[in-house]
């Protein structure tokens, strides 16, 4: 719509989108309102013909088969709000815990560290999808509980998987954000539901999946009603064992130039590995990543999972101090000058 349109102006475009067979998805900014008219069986001919429409500028078409989450519906990017955290601002949120909560004097301990040493939001898993049915598989509404607990203790909001659609209303008692898995990425029952929930979700990539699969299903959650939709990089599948998975940076950096969606980076399970996690957590902050989740446990070769990729105490400390806020600045004004 044009800048001058009028209310009046705007609703009648509304009103036509819907006559023609499309959804219509409304973005008011400071100067200009964008209707976005998402669908794939209405008229596309008389679509365009709105360009005569009194209040509209101009009829652009979107030329990504995603939508909503397209950096042509919304320029400015999205700040989603986690708890009074802000993600996609201009500060680097860290987001660290343990990748099950095993007990609370786990838990505790390290909401308590990571709290002192900067982090901003505490992960922990309550279910814990295992490819072997035999390994732990989380402590469930135990869990969620102690999750809570340790918010509550330390003032970081929570993030934490869902598994299942069952599952959403009671993960979202306790915690302030929702994490779809890599496992998760195309349950579509799953992302119809979280659409409806009010809750931040945390999308993360199927090793599988390639950007354009991993936007589609952020689709479904905006489409749906969703709006508070963060993407997580954690990894593709690939053939090296000496990683778990290949850590795509490019993704990171694509994903951000195609989307208005912030873009956080897992480290933890892009390399498996703790020693490569704080400088490949330095490198997604340095291709534009709006933060980093990790996985942080007392003491690493005692946990029920993920030990080899979790970092101790220590370590963590000294990550926060490698991704310190002057070095985040710095490395926005040299992308921003390299991009420009």
Known sequence: MSSAATESEINHVIDRVKELGYQAHVTRGTEKTIVAAVGSSGNREQLAALEAAPGVENVVVIAHPFKLVSMQVKQKRTVVNVGGVPIGGEACVLMA??????????????????AAAGATMLRGGAYKPRTSPYEFQGLGTEALKLLREASEATGL?????????????????????????????????LLRRLAKCERPILLKRAPSATVKDWLLAAEY??????????LCERGIRSYDPDMRNTFDLAAIALAKQLSHLPVVADPSHGTGRRDLVPIMARAAVAVGADGVIVEVHPCPEKA?????????????????????????????????????
Not at 97 to 114: D, F, K, N, W, Y
Not at 158 to 186: F, I
Not at 308 to 327: I, R, Y
């Open 97 to 114: 815990g343990p990748c099950s909560v095993e007990s609370r004097e786990q838990l505790m301990t390290v909401a308590h560290a990571i």
């Open 221 to 230: 959650l905006l489409a749906g009603g969703n709006s508070q939709v963060v």
């Open 304 to 340: 029920l999972s993920d030990g080899p990729q979790s970092l101790t105490l220590p370590e963590f400390e000294k990550m926060v101090q490698l991704l310190g806020q002057p070095l985040r600045r710095h490395l926005r004004q040299e992308l921003k000058a390299a991009t420009a």
């Open 157 to 189: 909001p929570v993030v934490t998987e869902v598994m299942s659609t069952e599952d959403v209303d009671l993960v979202a008692e306790y915690a302030d954000m929702l994490q779809v898995g890599a496992r998760n990425m195309q349950n579509f029952s």
